[in-house]
Nanobody, 124 residues
């Protein structure tokens, strides 16, 4: 059974940092392209960043470029999202997603195979 388990969320002040982790089950199909999405209260779930796990090609939404870094440890089947210089508008539930049918700007509906349970990030 496919599983994605996030951790690392929390509450920080603006300008602070957090690192999210997503442990994926050992399934090669899961790891072609993986990514992070987020959903703020009352808003649609939106894509944040994604990575081709084998070739390392990376994509970010414009609002997080230069502040967030997505990476993967293939040996540990773990995806990371390092978030620096956090802003209040980054407050959301963050979800790990895999596999993604599109790695560049995937949609939350139709492009995602499996979701994690989510981890809350709150920036004040």
């Amino acid at each position: 059974q496919v599983q994605l388990v996030e951790s690392g969320g929390g509450s920080v002040q603006a300008g602070g940092s957090l690192t999210l982790s997503c442990a994926a089950s050992e399934n090669s199909d899961m790891r072609t392209c993986m990514g992070w999405f987020r959903q703020a209260p009352g808003k649609e779930r939106e894509w944040v960043a994604s990575i081709y796990t084998r070739f390392g090609q990376i994509f970010y939404r414009d609002s997080v470029k230069g502040r967030f870094t997505i990476s993967i440890d293939n040996a540990k089947y773990t995806l990371y999202l390092q978030m620096n210089n956090l802003k209040p508008e980054d407050t959301a539930m963050y979800y790990c997603a895999a596999p993604l049918l599109r790695c560049s700007r995937p949609g939350a509906k139709g492009d995602v195979g499996y979701w994690g349970q989510g981890t809350q990030v709150t920036v004040s």
